[in-house]
């Protein structure tokens, strides 16, 4: 069982920054594949970013060069660093550990004048 819990989201301006957490439970948390996924309203999830065990990362296309995944494994939490944001990245955001059905709750991000 892993349990996760999203924090960092809110309003922000146009060309503003957010950095999102996502605390997880579970001592195994070094050797899982975590990612961030959004949502916005009428549209279905998409991935925004992965990171693997080895800190490889990948990223949606949509926000290559503006969004960085990290981990800190040693507070089995895993951070989406995002910068430059646009009206277009307003979404409910959600962690995931890859593969499975353990989601956090969203963070709702804003990203609006």
């Known amino acids: 069982q892993v349990q996760l819990v999203e924090s960092g989201g809110g309003l922000v301006q146009p060309g503003g920054s957010l950095r999102l957490s996502c605390a997880a439970t579970?001592?195994?948390?070094?050797?899982?594949?975590m990612a961030w996924y959004r949502q916005a309203p009428g549209k279905q999830r998409q991935l925004v970013a992965r990171?693997?065990?080895?800190?490889?990362?990948n990223y949606a296309d949509s926000v290559k060069g503006r969004f960085t995944i990290s981990r800190d494994s040693a507070k089995n939490t895993v951070y989406l660093q995002m910068n430059s944001l646009k009206p277009e990245d307003t979404a409910v955001y959600y962690c995931?550990?890859?593969?499975?059905?353990?989601w956090g709750q969203g963070t709702q991000v804003t990203v609006s004048s």
């Open positions: 995931n550990k890859w593969g499975t059905t353990y």
């Open positions: 579970g001592s195994m948390f070094s050797i899982y594949v």
């Open positions: 990171i693997g065990r080895d800190g490889t990362t």
